[in-house]
Nanobody, 125 residues
Framework: QVQLVESGGGSVQSGGSLRLSCAVS????????MGWFRQAPGKEREGVAR???????SYADSLKGRFTISQDNAKNMVYLQINSLKPEDTAMYYC???????????????????WGQGTQVTVSS
């Protein structure tokens, strides 16, 4: 029903920045919460950031200050800005969508029923 396509990943040195993009089709900011998740090799998928249609955001406690989720409704896009990248940020990053009135302020994988294929972020020293 909702298709998500991530882009913007790549290889970057420690301390650099990336902006990941998620194209949403169809996009209805009033109907969905959007989330960003990541999964590093050998680790569980973890929530990174969450945004509802009204602009309310949530972040993983350990990532606050370096990650920013935003949206451009005119372009049907959701973004994840990552600053001061660290090698520990190396992971596959996924965009996800959840029904607006089902999602919580927490970033929980099981609340999201639509997923993109992911975009790889690799951070080197």
């Amino acid at each position: 029903q909702v298709q998500l396509v991530e882009s913007g990943g790549g290889s970057v040195q420690s301390g650099g920045s990336l902006r990941l993009s998620c194209a949403v089709s169809p996009y209805s900011y009033r109907s969905y919460c959007m989330g960003w998740f990541r999964q590093a090799p050998g680790k569980e998928r973890e929530g990174v950031a969450r945004l509802d249609g009204d602009g309310s955001t949530s972040y993983a406690d350990s990532l606050k200050g370096r990650f920013t989720i935003s949206q451009d409704n005119a372009k049907n896009m959701v973004y994840l800005q990552i600053n001061s990248l660290k090698p520990e940020d190396t992971a596959m990053y996924y965009c996800a969508a959840a029904p607006r009135y089902r999602c919580s302020t927490y970033i929980r994988q099981y609340e999201y029923n639509y997923w993109g294929q992911g975009t790889q972020v690799t951070v080197s020293s």
